[in-house]
């Protein structure tokens, strides 16, 4: 079983719509949560970072982590065309040597 | 403007065939990693390096080396390439040594090897 797990999608959406994707994972000494949006062609690019539970906003986008229920969202509000991506979640024990884990990615289209 | 440039974006090579994707950053970060990224998979570290020749193996390092011998640059040599390193390569670069501060990729090198 995977650490992290993210439904591969894709989740196509109209223009405007609220978008909700999300990260299960199994180990619960995970404290440090992110998003990396990946454009088609592109690498990855950091969204969201949040710390141990609780919400987080920026603009569109509200990153929220339920470390009891091992889960963890990114919420995009009056989704574009250009939100079109590949979503990652991303997730650290600590700030020590590791690497980050990753989700596999969630591919999201907004239709115009 | 500040990026990770890798080179070649896409290669197609046979099994055998010593190959190095270059990496270098111009933001003066430490930290320097490769991963690669496979469907359903998702991105898997492959070395890490701290800081000049201080270099580290991630989770799938079989098959790859790294060398670390200017800031800048971290390139990724496939000594004897084989079909199952056929992937999509990411390099990343971090500010510091601490592990929770914003990772900067470039823009990914696809590898074919027949």
């Known amino acids: 079983q995977k650490e992290v797990e993210q439904d591969p999608g894709p989740l196509s959406v109209p223009e405007g719509a609220i978008v909700s994707l999300n990260c299960t994972y199994s180990n619960s000494a995970f404290q440090y949560f992110m998003w990396y949006r990946q454009y088609s062609r592109k690498g990855p690019e950091l969204l969201m970072y949040?710390?141990?539970?609780g919400n987080k906003e920026d603009g569109r986008f509200t990153a929220q982590v339920d470390k009891s229920s091992k889960y963890i969202s990114l919420f995009i509000r009056d989704s574009q065309p250009s939100d079109s991506a590949t979503y990652l979640c991303?997730?650290?024990?600590?700030?020590?040597?590791?690497?980050?884990?990753f989700g596999s990615g969630t591919r999201l289209q907004v239709q115009p | 403007e500040a990026q990770v440039t890798q080179n070649p974006r896409y290669l197609i090579t046979v099994t055998g065939k010593k190959l190095t994707v270059t990496c270098s950053q111009n933001m003066n970060h430490e930290y320097m990693s490769w991963y690669r990224q496979d469907p359903g998979l998702g991105l898997r570290q492959i070395y890490y390096?701290?800081?000049?020749?201080?270099?580290d193996k991630g989770d799938v390092p079989e098959g790859y080396k790294v060398s670390r011998k200017e800031k800048r640059n971290f390139p990724l040599i496939l000594e004897s390439p084989s079909p199952n390193q056929t992937s999509l390569y990411f390099c990343?670069?971090?500010?510091?040594?601490?592990?929770?501060?914003?990772?900067?990729f470039g823009e990914g090198s696809r590898l074919t090897v027949l």
């Open positions: 990343a670069s971090r500010a510091g040594t601490g592990g929770t501060g914003e990772l900067f």
């Open positions: 991303a997730m650290k024990k600590d700030t020590g040597r590791r690497a980050l884990t």
């Open positions: 390096s701290m800081n000049v020749e201080v270099t």
């Open positions: 949040t710390y141990s539970s």
